[in-house]
């Protein structure tokens, strides 16, 4: 019993078992949060707010993009697309090509895939190309399209090569349920 009761002291001490108490000193100045929330979208989404940002906090826009909670993973993916993460920009262009957590915005999405494609990713550099030879938020431009899937096939991604493979059938890489997206537009 006494032992228990030494560790409840300690734990009071220390301000564990009352972090709102923990962020202010024994002479009454803030001291900063000595409990703060960690692994939780919640706790990195404040952690980004307070530019501590880490790559790994993309984990977090990734769940939060599974469990439909696109307005909280456009929030995370867009701190870190910001600071550079070239896999950051690769969900915000899926983001915001599909309008999830915002209203659909293809320039703003080839714009992400553009970033992503120079920050080094060959993903990025695959979906720009994609873009240019649909048009889709740039100027349609076949040939220049073509030229970035073929590069982005030589240095590996899977899916350009299938593209590539396939003398650029672009119904190899999207399904039939997105042909509407990428028609032509008569307004």
Same mark, same amino acid.
């Given at each position: 019993? @006494?032992?228990? &009761? !030494?560790?409840?002291?300690?734990?009071?001490?220390? *301000?564990?078992? /009352?972090?709102?108490?923990?962020?202010? *000193?024994?002479? +009454?100045?803030?001291? +900063?949060? &000595?409990?703060?929330?960690? &692994? /939780?979208?919640?706790?990195?989404?404040? !952690?980004?707010?307070?530019? #501590?940002?880490?790559?790994?906090?993309?984990?977090? +826009?990734?769940?939060?993009?599974?469990?439909?909670?696109?307005?909280?993973? !456009? #929030?995370?993916?867009?701190?870190?697309?910001?600071?550079?993460?070239?896999?950051?920009?690769? @969900?915000?262009? @899926?983001? #915001?090509?599909?309008?999830?957590?915002?209203?659909?915005?293809?320039?703003?999405?080839?714009?992400?895939?553009?970033?992503?494609?120079?920050?080094?990713?060959?993903?990025?550099?695959?979906? %720009?190309?994609?873009?240019?030879?649909? *048009? !889709?938020?740039?100027?349609?431009?076949?040939?220049?399209?073509?030229?970035?899937?073929?590069?982005?096939?030589?240095?590996? #991604?899977? /899916?350009?090569?299938?593209?590539?493979?396939?003398?650029?059938?672009?119904?190899?890489?999207?399904?039939?349920?997105?042909?509407?997206? %990428?028609?032509?537009? &008569? %307004?």
């Amino acid at each position: 019993m @006494w032992q228990s &009761l !030494r560790v409840a002291a300690a734990i009071t001490a220390l *301000g564990i078992a /009352s972090p709102a108490l923990a962020e202010q *000193g024994i002479d +009454g100045s803030v001291e +900063g949060t &000595l409990n703060p929330e960690e &692994l /939780s979208i919640r706790g990195a989404l404040d !952690r980004l707010r307070h530019d #501590e940002a880490d790559p790994m906090l993309g984990i977090y +826009g990734y769940a939060a993009a599974k469990a439909g909670d696109n307005v909280t993973a !456009r #929030e995370l993916f867009g701190h870190l697309a910001h600071r550079g993460n070239p896999e950051a920009m690769e @969900w915000m262009a @899926w983001l #915001e090509d599909n309008g999830l957590g915002g209203p659909e915005a293809p320039d703003q999405a080839a714009e992400w895939d553009r970033r992503a494609m120079v920050a080094g990713s060959e993903i990025g550099q695959f979906n %720009y190309g994609l873009d240019l030879m649909r *048009g !889709r938020g740039v100027p349609r431009d076949v040939e220049a399209g073509k030229a970035a899937v073929r590069e982005a096939a030589g240095r590996g #991604e899977t /899916s350009a090569r299938m593209l590539v493979e396939n003398d650029f059938d672009l119904d190899v890489v999207t399904p039939d349920a997105d042909d509407w997206k %990428y028609g032509d537009r &008569l %307004y």
